[in-house]
């Protein structure tokens, strides 16, 4: 069984950084893809961005192009989001999740997830 677990959330100033980490395990096939998403209260779930195992694909939503970057340690089996200049608008639970399919291309199901971990961007 597939699980993920995230840490790093906490709270930042305007213009600060965070690492969030997604721990994953149990996978059984070659190719899969993880990806972040974040729910802010009173808002739709959105995804934020994606990344294949073999790193061929990948995708950041317009709204943190150019301040988030998403990568993996496959050694460590885990998957990281590096959030800089952040933004109060980028409060909110942010989980990973994960399907087994080789890209970040079109809406993929995500049929696993972890519980998620709060930011919080405020001064």
């Known amino acids: 069984q597939v699980q993920l677990v995230e840490s790093g959330g906490g709270l930042v100033q305007p213009g600060g950084s965070l690492r969030l980490s997604c721990a994953a395990s149990?996978?059984?096939?070659?190719?899969?893809?993880i990806g972040w998403f974040r729910q802010a209260p009173g808002k739709e779930r959105e995804r934020v961005s994606c990344?294949?195992?073999?790193?061929?694909?990948?995708y950041y939503a317009d709204s943190i192009k150019g301040r988030f970057t998403i990568s993996r340690d496959n050694a460590k089996n885990t998957v990281y989001l590096q959030m800089d200049s952040l933004k109060p608008e980028d409060t909110a639970v942010y989980y990973c999740?994960?399907?087994?399919?080789?890209?970040?291309?079109?809406?993929?199901?995500?049929?696993?997830w972890g519980q998620g971990t709060q930011v919080t961007v405020s001064s």
């Open positions: 990344i294949s195992s073999d790193m061929f694909s990948s």
């Open positions: 999740a994960a399907d087994y399919r080789r890209s970040c291309r079109g809406t993929p199901s995500y049929d696993y």
């Open positions: 149990g996978f059984t096939g070659l190719y899969y893809i």
